[in-house]
């Protein structure tokens, strides 16, 4: 009988023995995770509601979405997409909702109907949990026509899949596939030592700022939506911001984190953002502005906010302006400072926070070792990867859960497909 190994039970692993269970009920299905606990990540994700993909509305190129693996994602989306997620999970039991934010969730909101759900697909694959991988290795292919061959000291290999080319060993047991699940390669991947494959070095993604500027912080709890960028960089993204008692977090700072996850790595964590509170150019709210000093000439500027009041107290003493003064004496200099204080707020960035259990690896195995097709490696047939083991990481709203399901599939048909074809 052939058999295959997955090593991780993480969403790729998972899903990819899900998908041999049922497109090669006879093929034999191990999957190796070190922690007691299959699918640990996705029971916590998204709060324990588990946001398990998006609905890609609103994203034009999938670079914004993925900024590492953006060609092999839109290649790999053509075989398995969102849509056929949405389907695949709602056709075995799990109905979902699509947020007015473009996630889609489970309907009941609890991430254990998606992990139960996966269990229930994967009956017949052997789960050994506690079980730490410390070695993967091949060794020479058996003829069958040789009758049984020798493998390693102290082992027969009987295997005789036809499609295989090479036997690779996990733990000194002998398998035809295997598909490395393992995440975030944040130790590196020390069990495949001997394959020699070109690695991205490892790097922190998705994670809040530190901002030590205590008149910010002053602020905990306010939630604006803005656009931040890394100054002296190409980095910038729009949405939520939630101002924290260490700085910043919210949709915009884990976007721009993940975008600028190598730079920052680069140095040391540290840089100046900069906030422009109401997402428009200089000019738009000089006439915004313009407007509401027409219109309050009279009136004090600390009762005509533009912004939540609290913020706006905020942006007024960086400006230098007085809550008191009236619009009708704001003069030139004093008008201008407030533009670039709305536009163009500058805060020192002092390290990065992990947010919870979200945070991602950028890097990881290097897609020029991989076909971008099938996920097998070009130089070890029979050896696959998927999900965040590969350099390919997104931003936060169900991306990176997709990009595991996806090449869980394919890794799953690509191996289907040698052994329906040899038959």
């Not at 849509?83 to 934010?101: H, I, K, M, N, Y």
């Amino acid at each position: 009988m052939a058999s295959a190994a997955i090593i991780g039970a993480g969403a790729a692993g998972c899903f990819c023995a899900a998908v041999l269970r049922e497109v090669c009920p006879e093929l034999s299905v191990t999957v190796f995770e070190a922690h007691d606990k299959p699918l640990a990540k996705v029971a916590i994700t998204g709060g324990g509601r588990c946001n398990l993909t998006n609905s890609f509305e609103g994203i034009r190129s999938l670079s914004e979405a993925y900024p590492r693996g953006e060609r092999l994602m839109k290649r790999a989306l053509k075989q398995f997409s969102q849509a056929d997620c949405v389907e695949w999970f709602q056709s075995r039991g799990v109905p979902l909702v699509l947020q007015d934010d473009h996630c889609y969730f489970p309907v009941s909101q609890d991430a254990m109907d998606v992990v139960r759900c996966l269990l229930r697909a994967m009956k017949g694959a052997e789960l050994r949990l506690g079980t730490k991988v410390e070695d993967v290795r091949r060794f020479p292919a058996l003829r069958q026509a040789q009758g049984p061959t020798q493998g390693p000291p102290g082992m027969t290999a009987t295997s005789s899949c036809p499609a295989a080319t090479g036997h690779l060993m996990v733990n000194g047991e002998s398998f035809d596939f295997v598909v490395v699940t393992t995440g975030g390669a944040t130790k590196g991947l020390p069990f495949l030592e001997s394959f020699e494959l070109e690695m991205v070095p490892p790097v922190p993604s998705l994670f809040t700022l530190n901002i030590p500027d205590p008149s910010l912080k002053a602020l905990m709890g306010l939630v604006t939506n803005s656009r931040i960028s890394l100054q002296g960089t190409p980095f910038k993204a729009e949405g939520q911001l939630l101002i924290t008692d260490w700085g910043l977090s919210g949709p915009a700072t884990l976007k721009l984190s993940s975008y600028a996850a190598r730079h920052l790595a680069e140095n040391g964590y540290k840089g100046t953002i900069s906030i422009n509170w109401l997402c428009s150019n200089e000019e738009s709210v000089k006439e915004q502005l313009q407007l509401l000093s027409r219109d309050n000439v009279k009136k004090q500027l600390s009762s005509t906010p533009l912004l939540p009041s609290r913020l706006w107290a905020h942006i007024l003493s960086k400006s230098g302006i007085r809550e008191d003064l009236r619009w009708g004496e704001i003069g030139t200099k004093g008008f201008n400072r407030l533009v670039a204080t709305l536009t163009n707020d500058c805060y020192p960035v002092s390290g990065k926070s992990r947010f919870r259990e979200e945070f991602v690896t950028a890097g990881g195995v290097a897609l020029s070792n991989i076909d971008l097709n099938t996920l097998e490696c070009k130089k070890h047939p029979g050896l696959y990867f998927a999900g965040e083991v590969l350099d390919i990481d997104a931003i936060t709203g169900g991306f990176n859960l997709q990009a595991a399901w996806t090449t869980g599939y394919i890794c799953a048909m690509s191996i289907a497909h040698k052994l329906h074809s040899a038959v």
